[in-house]
């Protein structure tokens, strides 16, 4: 089982790919976290935002295998604890299939992407930067792994 963030946006500062290559790093070999990054369209003067939007979510569920069990982060999603993630993340180990984390760009998620996931998963009511949304989602995935391990990295 593959965990995979897919996210809206390139060419991030340094603290940001050393942030989130930290916690991947720090991933079992038999549960890795891979991170896609999708060229965030073009915004020009007086953008079309609703067709940008869709090839932004149409490149992100290109990303995103058929099978993939699909977890969309939205501020509108589902508040989980860090153990409530940790039992997430045995359910989906048991489940088999690879989970694909889909973030979107400055507008959101389109529509598509929404209606393509199997859960909606919000990281906190508060608007977070998309780069530092990268660096959290990783630390709470190892940190829901170490929990299930019964790893010392968790000390609730």
């Not at 942030?19 to 003067?45: N, S, V, W």
């Amino acid at each position: 089982m593959r965990l995979k963030l897919i996210c809206v946006g390139q060419k991030m500062p340094g603290w940001v790919s050393a942030g989130f290559q930290e916690y991947a790093r720090r991933m079992p070999r038999e549960l890795p976290l891979d991170l896609t990054e999708i060229t965030m369209a073009h915004r020009g003067k007086n953008p079309d935002i609703p067709r940008l939007m869709q090839q932004e979510g149409d490149a992100i569920l290109t990303a995103a295998g058929d099978r993939d069990r699909v977890i969309a982060l939205e501020v509108g999603g589902h508040a989980w604890s860090t153990e409530k993630l940790a039992s997430q993340l045995e359910n989906w180990q048991l489940e088999g299939r690879d989970v694909s984390f889909l973030v979107g760009g400055p507008d959101g998620l389109h529509e598509s992407c929404r209606a393509r996931a199997d859960q909606c998963w919000s990281l906190s009511p508060l608007t977070l930067p998309h780069p530092l949304v990268r660096i959290l989602l990783a630390e709470q995935l190892y940190r829901a792994w170490s929990i299930t391990r019964n790893h010392p990295y968790h000390r609730a």
